[in-house]
């Protein structure tokens, strides 16, 4: 067991479920301090709800390492590795798509 893996996946996976239900952005300074006029723009409850998921696929990746023995050196490293791609590609798609945009 991989105890430092453990606490980053359990920290992580918390915190995907807190931002996927939309109550993650509130404590965030940026989105207090950013103009009531820009925050009108942004459907923030599936924005929240999309970097939850990415953050608690993270978290959940962090607990295979941590708990299970098989999941370990070059399986956690594609792993991260396929994450960061999907990561990405997310960040590309929430810049293009206008679905976090509000009309």
Request: overall charge positive; some cysteine; hydrophobic content about 50%.
């Amino acid at each position: 067991m991989d105890y430092t893996c453990i606490f980053f996946g359990v920290l992580f996976t918390l915190g995907g479920f807190v931002f996927a239900t939309g109550n993650g952005h509130s404590h965030l300074s940026a989105w207090k301090n950013m103009p009531p006029e820009e925050k009108e723009k942004i459907a923030i409850v599936p924005l929240c709800r999309n970097i939850g998921e990415i953050i608690a696929l993270n978290g959940i990746i962090f607990l295979l390492k941590g708990l299970w023995a098989g999941f370990s050196d070059h399986w956690f490293v594609g792993a991260m590795v396929a994450w960061m791609i999907i990561a990405g590609f997310d960040v590309w798609y929430i810049e293009k798509s206008q679905r976090y945009r509000k009309k």
